[in-house]
């Protein structure tokens, strides 16, 4: 860029910008993960910051047709790369710029303050539940005073926003209570203002103010909140989605954890981040709403070794002795489950604490299983061990998160791949019904065989009709709307010549189809089956 103030924001101006941005958080990434405390104190602020926006640099095309078209692909790079809170606000702080200026080649100073003003409202609006005295308090600042400044001087609107912005993270502290007691602003305001400073620098062709450091007293770092605690786990994945699922995630991922925020690109990918205690839960979520791709989760809190723990491991807790065999010829421990015989938490509990493991990853059969698992997970995180429950509602999707388990992974791989396995696996069922019945396929009577998929009741048929015509019968329904692979898990009521009728019938209907087939001993059901 030449020196001398530019009046306008020009393509060229956004490629500058995208540049000079970079290197500003560059230089204060090691500082802003100092000053990271809010909404946990996890020392990430500066590198996620560096990393979205180097993803939206990336991206600036070497020609565009306009300024709209510029942000427009800086924004898409952003929030394709966006990490953190702070880096899902980034990008749709630049999404918003984006969408307010589409269609124009560039921006004089009026349109620059419609834009930030855009901005100011994207970025809030991806925000769950905006806090004061963050990032999001600091744009707002910006995004008034642009409005105020009237002028067609683009350099002299992002000017005022700038300052305006300076002036909003000091108070910061007065705003958000663990921020004065660190010391510190906030740190997504703090790298947000270096973004700003940069665009006001070449604009004006001239070096960004110092702005200092920004320390209001020294002071240690707060220990591990409340929060951490309980929400123990950052889960971020991309999302295809229609924009009529966005409402329900919102919900769902509110109910079970906190800082949820959700990135939009324009284009109908989204960026989701969540803290969260239930990875598995934050996935299903994603799941309901579309494909959840990319996923990453990381730990809020990095604790000490607790004496005596050390490594991962795996806990699978099943019904039915061949069940439980088979768990351990893959490799995890097993908790096996007498059906018919009732199990509590402190049984769940006592093999967690058996393994003496740092990190315990819970495999629970069943909904009654998942719900005493996390019982029990709650006594043992007390006492400092890290323990993670993979919501199962059927033996199926335990042996699919086995699959996927790698003993040479790095545990939080392991987590995610084992979770994405479960909850990505169908399910169904073949049952006797034990009493009679109303459903919403019709009237059952005690006898009758029952198809599941997914807890619903998709088939019934007469007592007398041949268990293996209802078995593929089912496995058809299931595969209705596609699946890659079978697991066909064989209870100890499934009569003789089950495994050849299904085999036979899935090389004929179904030849492309991977099928597995193992007997599991429970008695439950007639055989469980699992499609991905």
Not at 40 to 50: F, I
Not at 143 to 161: I, K, L, Y
Not at 247 to 259: C, P, Q, R, V
Not at 348 to 355: G, M, S
């Given at each position: ?33 100092a ?66 200026c ?10 620059l ?6 901005a100011d ?47 909003a ?16 602003v ?28 920004f ?18 786990w ?26 949820v ?84 938490a ?55 998160a ?72 089912l ?58």
């Amino acid at each position: 860029m030449s020196t001398g103030e530019q009046r306008a924001v020009t393509t060229a101006v956004v490629a500058a910008w995208a540049d000079a941005g970079f290197r500003a958080l560059q230089r204060l990434c090691a500082e802003l993960d100092a000053m990271n405390v809010f909404p946990v104190a996890d020392s990430d602020t500066g590198s996620n910051m560096l990393h979205t926006f180097t993803a939206a640099r990336d991206a600036v095309p070497d020609e565009a047709a306009g300024v709209g078209e510029a942000l427009t692909a800086m924004a898409r790079g952003a929030v394709g790369a966006a990490r953190g809170n702070s880096g899902v606000i980034l990008s749709q702080f630049l999404r918003g710029l984006a969408e307010a200026c589409s269609e124009h080649a560039e921006l004089d100073g009026r349109l620059l303050a419609k834009a930030f003003d855009h901005a100011d409202r994207t970025a809030t609006a991806a925000v769950v539940r905006p806090v004061e005295g963050t990032m999001l308090s600091v744009l707002r600042a910006a995004a008034r005073a642009a409005t105020r400044t009237e002028s067609d001087s683009a350099a002299q609107v992002a000017g005022s926003a700038a300052d305006a912005a300076a002036e909003a993270l000091t108070r910061t502290p007065e705003q958000l209570a663990v921020l004065a007691e660190a010391g510190v602003v906030d740190a997504g305001g703090r790298g947000l203002l270096a973004v700003l400073d940069e665009l006001v620098a070449v604009l004006r062709g001239t070096p960004s103010p110092p702005r200092g450091t920004f320390r209001t007293a020294p002071s240690g770092r707060p220990s591990t909140t409340p929060v951490q605690e309980e929400q123990p786990w950052e889960v971020m994945y991309l999302l295809d989605a229609t924009e009529d699922a966005l409402a329900t995630l919102k919900e769902d991922l509110s109910a079970i954890g906190e800082s949820v925020t959700i990135a939009d690109d324009g284009a109908g990918t989204l960026a989701v981040h969540v803290h969260c205690a239930d990875i598995g839960a934050a996935l299903e979520a994603g799941l309901r709403a579309g494909r959840p791709h990319q996923v990453r989760v990381e730990p809020l809190t990095r604790p000490m070794s607790v004496r005596g723990r050390s490594g991962s491991a795996v806990l699978a807790v099943v019904a039915g002795a061949e069940l439980a065999e088979i768990c351990r010829h893959e490799g995890v421990t097993v908790l096996g489950v007498r059906e018919g015989r009732p199990v509590d938490a402190s049984a769940i509990e006592r093999a967690i604490a058996d393994l003496a493991a740092e990190h315990v990853t819970v495999l629970p059969g069943t909904k009654e299983l998942t719900e005493l698992a996390e019982q029990a997970a709650e006594r043992v995180r007390g006492g400092g061990a890290e323990v993670v429950v993979i919501p199962c509602a059927s033996p199926v999707q335990v042996l699919s998160a086995i699959a996927v388990y790698d003993a040479g992974r790095r545990t939080g791989d392991n987590v995610v791949a084992m979770a994405e396995a479960a909850a990505a696996t169908r399910r169904g069922e073949l049952k006797r019904a034990e009493q009679d019945a109303i459903t919403w396929v019709g009237r059952v009577s005690a006898g009758d065989i029952v198809g599941f998929a997914d807890d619903e009741v998709v088939l019934i048929a007469p007592a007398d009709r041949p268990l293996t015509d209802a078995a593929t019968e089912l496995l058809d329904l299931l595969l209705a709307s596609g699946g890659e692979l079978v697991t066909v898990l064989l209870g100890a009521s499934a009569p003789a010549g089950m495994t050849e009728a299904v085999t036979d019938h899935m090389a004929r209907a179904h030849p492309e189809v991977e099928l597995t087939i193992y007997s599991g001993g429970h008695t439950e059901s007639v055989l469980s089956l699992g499609v991905e």
